[in-house]
């Protein structure tokens, strides 16, 4: 990542405020987010033992295990079911509070659902401990909309990708930080769950101060709110250039001249030329959901069990796929700013579909002779698949949206977008435990059939968006579904 960060006071490369603007929003905003997703898997028996005994106490009920297991999955999915209902209005909120504001309502959110999280067991509320979840999947829906059109808004076109890929890595790291907290040696113990639980709000309340004082979206307040002095001061603070500075403030004039305003949700649905983008953003964000990547973070202790390791050896076999996870996804900026993201994000639906073959052949000869040589053959598939995926669709899915469409209708592009990415996630964690029981190793072939189907669609519908503004390319996907790319 260093090679391509030249951070100077000036020009079309990184400044050292927007380094700081990417770092920030990544460590308070989309870390959480990953940290959600990541932070129930190892003290699970723990919270499933204390919400029996809170039934048993507190409410006075004797539950079965169906009873509790079922209790569990809404502890688990209704944080999903709030990423879900978040995402039908972050557009209107970013629209109407700015890309930054919205940011900081999201931080607001995650700080109280963090005190929830703390004084749940204190107070022996199971309800607290689950409306903490479903108000921790709202603010990362908000997340999910407003962090890389905040990202992508601040910086010039020629970073669009480089910044673009910091909310991937930001969940790769959250997912890397749970699974080291909810280690039983740290705060995954019997004592200690309930801080393990709300451990990201460090990062959140560290980050809240900064991210207040930096300058808004420049685009928002000139297209939106008609802030021009304040879009100026802003463009100043960023690119400390006023060359650079002026040239955009024309663009933005120019934008305006158009009677560009902001796009409600009836508008985007009735505007044929934005069917196919829209059609590709909401396609890339469910894809890289049933991509199966959820499906292997969720269930590598089992997949891990299954295969012949112990207990013991599965977590730290586990962490080590997740350290591998982050490191990969450092590799996004690099990749983002030396290649276009058609082949990127073909050569990852390739790598994606072949890896996941191959993982559930290796297991199903796995479980069928035990072969010791097949463990590590799965790793190493699995290892792959982690790869591929964070060669393109991992980073590009997130930030695609604000290359694909112009100002007015992205906020609604982008909140479709979030909102197909948590019903791929709801529905990944709904079908997969039924997949496998049904089709043991090959549970895993539905997802290569999605990575197989994003290839075709990437293939045939994607235009190259690697140093182009919204406007060049949206005359090449007018025409919907018969259009030319190329």
Not at 76 to 82: A, H, K, M
Not at 187 to 202: M, T
Not at 234 to 262: A, C, F, I, P
Request: hydrophobic share 45%.
């Amino acid at each position: 990542m260093v090679v391509i960060m030249h951070v100077n006071d000036a020009g079309e490369s990184w400044t050292w405020l927007l380094f700081l603007i990417c770092l920030t929003t990544t460590l308070g905003s989309t870390v959480p987010v990953g940290y959600f997703f990541g932070v129930l898997n190892a003290p699970a028996e723990i919270i499933q033992s204390w919400c029996d005994e809170v039934l048993s106490n507190e409410y006075d009920t004797n539950s079965s295990e169906s009873q509790l297991n079922l209790l569990w999955t809404s502890i688990v999915s209704i944080y999903l079911i709030g990423g879900i209902c978040g995402s039908c209005f972050s557009a209107c909120c970013c629209n109407k509070y700015g890309r930054k504001g919205t940011l900081i309502i999201s931080s607001v959110i995650l700080l109280i659902c963090g005190l929830l999280f703390t004084w749940c067991r204190a107070a022996r509320s199971l309800e607290m401990l689950l409306v903490a979840r479903f108000f921790g999947g709202i603010a990362s829906a908000l997340i999910f909309t407003a962090q890389p059109m905040y990202l992508l808004e601040l910086a010039p076109s020629s970073l669009s990708g480089s910044v673009g890929v910091f909310t991937c890595i930001g969940v790769t790291a959250g997912i890397l930080l749970a699974q080291i907290v909810s280690l039983p040696q740290l705060l995954g113990n019997d004592d200690n769950w309930p801080y393990a639980l709300s451990f990201y709000a460090l990062l959140v309340l560290l980050c809240l101060l900064p991210l207040m004082c930096y300058p808004e979206s420049p685009r928002w307040l000139y297209l939106v709110k008609g802030d021009v002095a304040g879009s100026a001061h802003g463009l100043r603070q960023l690119r400390g250039n006023e060359v650079n500075v002026q040239l955009e403030l024309n663009e933005l004039e120019q934008t305006l001249s158009k009677n560009d305003k902001s796009s409600t949700i009836c508008q985007v649905l009735r505007d044929k030329t934005l069917l196919l983008p829209l059609l590709l953003v909401c396609a890339l964000q469910a894809s890289q959901q049933l991509s199966g990547i959820n499906a292997i973070f969720f269930y590598s202790l089992l997949i891990l069990t299954n295969a012949g390791f112990s207990s013991s050896s599965a977590t730290w076999l586990n962490l080590g796929i997740g350290c591998f996870n982050l490191f990969t996804s450092l590799l996004g900026p690099l990749l983002l700013y030396k290649f276009n993201r058609r082949p990127l994000l073909m050569c990852s639906c390739l790598i994606c579909g072949g890896s996941l073959a191959g993982m559930s052949f290796s297991l199903y000869y796995l479980l069928s002779s035990e072969g010791m040589a097949l463990r590590y053959v799965s790793i190493a598939f699995i290892l792959t698949f982690i790869l591929g995926f964070q060669l393109g669709l991992g980073p590009i899915a997130y930030f695609i949206g604000s290359e694909l469409l112009e100002d007015a209708p992205r906020p609604v592009a982008m909140s479709f977008g979030s909102l197909f990415s948590w019903l791929g996630n709801f529905l990944i964690g709904l079908c997969f435990p039924l997949l496998q029981i049904a089709w043991s190793s090959f549970a895993f072939m539905p997802c290569m059939c999605v990575s197989i189907f994003c290839l075709l669609l990437v293939w045939r519908y994607l235009p190259e968006t690697r140093g182009r503004e919204p406007k060049d390319v949206k005359p090449l996907m007018s025409q919907g579904l018969r259009s030319k790319i190329n």
